[in-house]
């Protein structure tokens, strides 16, 4: 028995003078030694470890990152169902800004770093970018301007997509720009059209030549909201007929124009509505009438007719009650436009 607990002490003596104290720039804790001694991979070298070769490790297919947002309307600014682009900005992303206020702030802080060299303060797409690739001979690197109508009738989302994945010469800002940060940028843009700043102003390099004045900025007077297109001009009706007035003609091309522009608007009513002078069954017949004659003029303008549909209300629902001066029958006297269905609510 002694004999076996000297040979342990013999055996303990030893180990513990293998594990004796060596001074070491290491941290306290340090893993596997050999690590140091392994070879490095090139970036986009080729390995014979992995069975595709490839060196850069792509991440684990559905592998989601914590703080990953996974709401295809907020990532990618599309509904569901893939079908089509988000009309407005979620309010899911002007939250997390804690207002519209500070989400525009945000917006035009990330626009000036990000979109101000190609596209200008303005938008109107003459940067110093594209002056200096137009000054060396790059004449067809020319962002759009921001107030043409095509974009000003885009959806949002279509807008969001644009800035993160890119388009012609634009990079994508995906990977440079947070998800809300995305979508702070659609709000100032948004913000820079409604704006409408005076474009085409710039004077000739000959200052001899003849400045021409600047063309006119067309008005805009229709803006898609969740469950409406609203206009802030009305559509004038010849006095007691369904006839449409000749000045209403460029508000109505600019209907049909948001309405083309956005498919996934699937059911939209058109609302007659009429003032209470009058018979009540008088008024009904006319709201009817005028919300059928601009069906008729949308669906004129290449609106599918599946999309538009026309009811009159008479004076049922008022704006002003009561109807105490000529100014309140005329704001009763009215066309309204509210969306019924899209393909996010179908």
């Not at 059209?193 to 805009?220: C, F, I, S, Y």
Request: overall charge neutral; proline content about 6%.
């Amino acid at each position: 028995m002694r004999s076996k607990l000297v040979f342990a002490l013999i055996l303990t003596s030893s180990a513990l003078a293998a594990c004796r104290g060596q001074t070491s720039k290491d941290s306290p804790i340090v893993g596997i030694r050999n690590m140091y001694d392994q070879p490095r991979y090139d970036v986009q070298s080729e390995s014979s470890f992995f069975s595709d070769k490839r060196t850069m490790r792509p991440a684990v297919e559905g592998a989601v990152s914590r703080e990953m947002e996974t709401d295809p309307r907020l990532v990618k600014g599309r509904l569901e169902d893939n079908s089509g682009y988000v009309l407005t900005i979620p309010q899911e992303s002007v939250a997390s800004f804690g207002g519209m206020d500070p989400m525009l702030k945000r917006g035009k802080e990330r626009y000036g770093i990000y979109c101000t060299p190609c596209h200008d303060g303005t938008g109107n797409g003459k940067g110093a970018v594209t002056a200096r690739a137009q000054a060396g001979g790059a004449a067809a690197f020319l962002p759009p301007t921001f107030h043409q109508d095509r974009l000003r009738h885009m959806p949002d989302g279509q807008l969001y997509a644009t800035v993160e994945n890119g388009k012609s010469n634009m990079p994508p800002y995906g990977q440079m720009l947070s998800v809300h940060d995305r979508w702070a940028i659609v709000a100032y843009v948004r913000a820079l059209q409604l704006a409408n700043p005076r474009l085409g102003d710039e004077k000739p390099d000959d200052p001899t030549a003849t400045v021409q004045a600047p063309a006119p900025v067309p008005a805009h007077h229709v803006e898609v909201k969740a469950d409406r297109v609203v206009i802030d001009h009305k559509i004038h009706f010849a006095d007691g007929s369904a006839v449409i007035e000749a000045d209403s003609n460029d508000l109505l091309a600019e209907i049909a124009a948001v309405l083309i522009a956005n498919p996934q608007i699937l059911k939209m009513e058109i609302q007659g509505h009429s003032s209470a002078g009058g018979a009540a069954d008088v008024n009904l017949r006319l709201s009817e009438a005028r919300a059928n004659a601009v069906r008729d003029a949308l669906v004129q303008r290449k609106v599918p007719g599946s999309v538009v549909l026309a009811k009159g209300y008479g004076s049922s629902k008022p704006l002003v009650t009561p109807e105490a001066t000529d100014d309140d029958k005329e704001k009763n006297r009215r066309v309204e436009f509210v969306i019924l269905e899209t393909k996010a609510n179908k």
